[in-house]
């Protein structure tokens, strides 16, 4: 009786890694983001208006536990 291996391990070609997973916002809607924190609009009208979605705008919030990152600040 043969031995029976799977196509994937009879390859040559190494494993490919994951990307992860895609950022969803660029640094400028974050930075406009955080502006419109700022001025003191809710989190999810800040992160529509940012162009980013409301539970996105809710998400950074969350995250950054209320406080804009050093990165994301040197640009406010």
């Known amino acids: 009786m ?3 291996k799977r196509a994937s391990a009879r ?3 190494s494993k490919l890694s994951s990307p992860g ?3 969803a916002a660029l640094r400028v809607q974050q930075v406009r983001f955080w502006q419109l924190i700022k001025q003191g609009i809710s989190s999810e009208e800040a992160g529509v208006q940012a162009g ?3 539970p ?3 998400r950074w919030f ?3 536990r ?3 990152t050093v990165k994301v600040c040197q640009f406010i």
Do not use: K
């Open 2 to 4: 043969t031995d029976r």
């Open 11 to 13: 390859s040559t070609r």
């Open 21 to 23: 997973r895609p950022r």
């Open 52 to 54: 980013a979605s409301a």
């Open 56 to 58: 996105v705008g809710s």
């Open 62 to 64: 969350r995250e950054a």
């Open 66 to 68: 209320g406080y804009a």
